[in-house]
């Protein structure tokens, strides 16, 4: 069965839709489609601490971003931990913003690294695979 397209073509058809730089009537406004895609706001990127700022006497408090460039861990588990008590605890600043002491979880990276290294505790090995054809 061959396609036949309707005479009267549709408003929504392809074909009428405006190209770069014309005009097009939509809901009784004029409307002028860019010929370069909209610039907006870049992404929020989340600051990362220097060294300096890492030698301030005082608190230094890392948010979620900066918490996840440190610990290579997801959020959920890094959740799951805190609520066993094997991380350290998150507080909140606002009502919509959560930090952590860096001082607390680089002594938690310290302790990780010092349990890794006793000679009583088992290190995770690599399962062994089965050859591939």
């Known amino acids: 069965m061959k396609y036949i397209p309707p005479s009267n073509p549709s408003p929504f058809a392809t074909s009428m839709l405006p190209t770069a730089g014309q005009r097009a009537y939509v809901g009784g406004l004029i409307r002028r489609r860019r010929s370069t895609p909209q610039v907006g706001r870049p992404p929020r990127i989340a600051r990362v601490l220097t ?27 890094i959740l799951n931990l ?11 600043i606002t009502s919509r913003l959560v ?35």
Do not use: Y
């Open 51 to 77: 060294e300096n700022e890492l030698k301030v006497p005082g608190r230094v408090l890392i948010k979620r971003r900066q918490l996840l460039q440190k610990v290579p861990l997801c959020e959920r588990t």
């Open 82 to 92: 805190e609520k066993r008590g094997q991380f350290p605890r998150r507080f909140c």
């Open 99 to 133: 930090a952590w002491d860096l001082k607390e979880v680089d002594a938690w990276i310290a302790e990780q690294q010092t349990a890794a290294r006793l000679p009583g505790v088992q290190q995770a090995h690599p399962v062994p695979r089965s050859p591939s054809r």
